[in-house]
């Protein structure tokens, strides 16, 4: 399990050494909505630039590439691969076409960062992960909420030793009423109603998918899982699977988790981004740490909670803005090519957690407990 990129003076540190390096040039492969996100990165990015964008809507690519001041423009990403002046990709495509354009850009000699969730099957997760091993090329998938300040902070204080012997972990998810928030074009949303482009029940898949890699953030690798969920398809089909509980148990012990995820059509959720707030609580031999806010600010309290001995104590001093965790990322990402280190979510470690998503997929199904090697082996 490889950890997101540090703070404070080591990070510091990092930061020197990369502004003597030549940066890396990156292009985007697809420029929707999410890729305002991910532009972030290369605002000022001591490690990285934003070289190129591709996009096969006429016109988008050029004017994303003026808006973010990227010196090419392409229609055919296949025409951006061949720009022997691009090093990397960041591949921001529906789910459908991961496959195809990840492989492409590893044969073209090009670094990878994948949106979540890598893949649709284990099948095509191991095709990737054998493209990226041919090429000898960085490889990962970019799930953002392991690089949100807030959560950064918790798994510090939580590996200081502060709340004792970590024991068990529960994740609580709201969809309400967005207040606020940014306007999601249809075409971002269309594509996830049809299960062979998007996917499971996007709140058990797409959007799990950041829950899962919380699970595996605090705790490793799953073992087993079992869940009950909603999972027809009636209605929006991005919020299928909720209302949904799963637990689990990690392997490597008896350390244990619970995912819940809620739709409450009628709350009102204070946001930037989406309508859903994730909340994240890891309970400990000594205390408990809670961070109280990602995507959204449902309750308005300080971003990090910690209770020990007797006493509760806030940490506000961290940058919340949900957007902020794809800049880091995105940074994650270039500084790992430029350092020749292993990246924040390898291809194995996407494909540990497309893994664990199927399993609670099929425990919803088949009304029973799976394990993750039944599905990770094809079973």
Not at 173 to 202: C, F, H, L, N, T
Not at 256 to 285: C, F, I, K, N
């Amino acid at each position: 399990m490889h950890d997101p990129v540090e703070t404070g003076a080591e990070y510091a540190s990092l930061i020197h050494k990369e502004a003597l390096m030549s940066k890396v040039r990156v292009g985007f492969i697809g420029a929707g909505r999410i890729a305002d996100l991910h532009a972030l990165a290369y605002a000022g990015s001591p490690s990285g630039e934003l070289y190129a964008v591709a996009d096969s809507t006429p016109g988008r690519a050029e004017a994303r590439a003026r808006q973010w001041g990227a010196k090419r423009s392409y229609v055919n990403y296949q025409d951006l691969l061949a720009d022997k002046n691009v090093d990397a990709v960041e591949v921001l495509l529906p789910h459908y076409l991961h496959l195809p354009a990840t492989v492409a850009a590893l044969e073209a000699g090009k670094h990878v960062s994948l949106q979540k969730p890598m893949a649709l099957s284990i099948a095509e997760a191991n095709q990737m992960i054998a493209a990226a091993k041919k090429a000898n090329r960085v490889f990962r998938v970019l799930e953002n909420f392991h690089h949100y300040e807030p959560h950064l902070r918790a798994k510090a204080i939580i590996e200081s030793g502060e709340i004792g012997d970590p024991v068990g972990v529960r994740i609580k998810v709201v969809g309400g009423k967005a207040v606020g928030g940014w306007p999601i074009p249809q075409e971002s949303m269309s594509w996830r109603s049809e299960p062979e482009k998007g996917g499971p029940p996007g709140q058990l898949f797409d959007a799990g998918h950041h829950h899962a890699a919380m699970g595996y953030f605090i705790f490793g690798e799953f073992e087993r899982v079992h869940a009950f969920a909603d999972l027809r398809q009636a209605g929006v089909r991005y919020l299928g699977g909720a209302p949904a509980m799963v637990s689990w148990q990690h392997r490597g012990g008896a350390r244990y988790g619970s995912w819940q995820v809620t739709a409450s059509p009628e709350m009102h959720v204070r946001t930037r981004y989406y309508s859903g707030e994730d909340l994240l609580e890891v309970t400990g031999t000594k205390g408990i740490v809670w961070v109280n806010r990602c995507t959204a600010d449902l309750l308005g309290a300080p971003p990090v909670t910690v209770y020990r001995d007797g006493k509760i104590c806030h940490h506000s001093d961290l940058e919340t803005d949900w957007g902020d965790s794809f800049r880091r990322g995105g940074q994650a990402f270039t500084d790992a090519i430029a350092n020749g280190r292993a990246p924040s979510l390898s291809g194995t470690e996407g494909r540990h957690i497309l893994a664990t998503l199927f399993a609670v997929i099929r425990s919803a199904t088949e009304h029973r407990e799976v394990s993750i090697d039944e599905i990770e082996r094809g079973a």
